[in-house]
């Protein structure tokens, strides 16, 4: 078995002060190491000093070999006052007391050993004590205690900039609505004048560029006379970006019916994919118009109880197809009303139709529309169309029959398909009806 003894280099000044400096020498390597640690200063190893300063650090005891201090460790187990059970440890709280007591800075522990380290002559003429470079490999840190932390601790945030897909670069969070819930009335158009219009406004987090915005309105239903259930015909709404780009999503649609009175309801939720890829921070701004007279004695105004806008993460249509084929239709039956004069004042009698897409499509080209009808004579009809972006397109007027397979929608061409439509078919000569069977929106 390598016996390691542990080296106290001790130095005594005239005044009888005591300085040390420590290493570690293994078997082979003792006479190199004795070499290394020798005392440049004018004082010598004092026995007792050296003793002392190794019982002091928790060694068997220590004797002179020529200027250098050799400490003993025990070869069984440590002196009933060691504070150890682990043969041949050093006590790194005596260790400390002991270096300092000769005159070093302190002392640690390293693979039980004590050193010391730090010290200075106590003449300073003689100068600091410094041990020559031997070479060979310093001598290990101290090795860690357990009782205090030597790297600050990992507090659970991000090391580094990541894409966690909820918070963004700038701080914001996707997916967080917006909203404005003060309340708003848009009074009917008057008898005489122009439109009138509201707008309301939110601001969104700086968040970088989006793919979609999603738009929720709550507005209630109407009713003239409070009996009469009432369209949303006479309205119009958009959203203008922070850009200054305006998208009309609601253009003079009825709305969806439902209950038993069958009031006409807003439709709400839009995704409106026409920002894609644009920054989404900043001022939107929601705008709702009248164009027409609703109420012929009181007044049909409409509430804005609340509305909110959602920032959607780009992530979640990262994958999107927006030149993906499009065919959206709907296959309900519905009548066309005939040309009647006889059952008021207007002989026409326009039946609408209504059509939501929701597919995050653009049309790479011109998209169209697709009309199946059992009218006997189309030649009778005019068909409208309102996109969803708000225009307005007459795709048939009392052309001579039959229908094409698809009608263009040039107005619409490299547009965003996504939204709400509505046909409207009108029958221009009395005595034929028929019916709509099915009409399509496609692209791509």
Do not use: K
Request: hydrophobic letters at 35%; aromatic letters at 4%.
């Amino acid at each position: 078995m390598r016996r390691v003894w542990t080296r106290v280099l001790v130095a005594t000044a005239a005044v009888g002060a005591a300085v040390c400096a420590c290493a570690v020498a293994q078997g082979d390597d003792e006479s190199d190491a004795r070499d290394a640690m020798r005392d440049d200063g004018e004082g010598a190893c004092a026995p007792s000093a050296c003793s002392s300063s190794c019982l002091e650090s928790g060694m068997a005891g220590g004797h002179c070999d020529g200027d250098e201090c050799v400490c003993e460790p025990w070869d069984g187990g440590g002196p009933e006052d060691a504070g150890t059970d682990v043969p041949g440890s050093c006590d790194p709280v005596r260790c400390d007391q002991a270096c300092r007591e000769i005159g070093a800075a302190g002392g640690s522990c390293v693979d039980d050993h004590c050193h010391c380290g730090g010290a200075a002559d106590a003449d300073a003429d003689v100068g600091p004590d410094v041990l020559p470079d031997d070479g060979a490999a310093d001598a290990p840190p101290p090795p860690d205690d357990g009782t205090t932390e030597d790297a600050p601790a990992d507090d659970g945030a991000d090391d580094a900039a990541a894409d966690d897909g909820v918070t963004d670069d700038a701080g914001g969070v996707w997916g967080l609505p917006v909203c404005d819930t003060t309340a708003a009335t848009l009074p009917d158009h008057p008898m005489l004048g122009g439109a009138t219009s509201i707008s309301r406004s939110v601001t969104l987090p700086a968040l970088g560029n989006g793919r979609v915005v999603r738009l929720e309105l709550t507005i209630p239903s109407r009713r003239m006379s409070s009996v009469i259930p009432v369209p949303f015909d006479d309205l119009r709404a958009s959203l203008r970006s922070p850009d200054g780009t305006t998208r009309t999503f609601w253009f003079h649609f009825q709305g969806d019916t439902s209950g038993m009175m069958g009031d006409y309801q807003f439709f709400t939720p839009w995704d409106l994919p026409i920002w894609w890829d644009r920054p989404v921070g900043g001022t939107w701004t929601l705008t709702l118009q009248d164009d027409v007279r609703t109420g012929l004695v009181s007044a049909v105004d409409t509430q804005l109880t609340a509305w909110c806008l959602t920032p959607v993460d780009p992530a979640t249509h990262a994958t999107t197809d927006t030149g993906a084929p499009l065919r959206a239709c709907d296959s309900s039956s519905h009548a066309i009303s005939d040309y009647d004069c006889d059952s008021g004042s207007s002989c026409e009698h326009p039946v609408t139709f209504q059509l939501q897409v929701t597919n995050l499509v653009r049309a790479s080209g011109t998209p169209s529309l697709v009309l199946e009808t059992t009218h006997a004579d189309v030649s009778q009809l005019r068909v409208e169309l309102i996109g969803a972006d708000g225009s307005e397109t007459v795709v048939w007027n009392r052309g001579a029959g039959p229908l094409p397979a698809s009608l263009a929608l040039s107005a619409m061409t490299g547009a965003w398909m996504t939204g709400r439509y509505q046909l409207e078919v009108t029958d221009m000569v009395a005595g034929t009806t028929g019916s709509l069977s099915r009409w399509c929106i496609q692209a791509n």
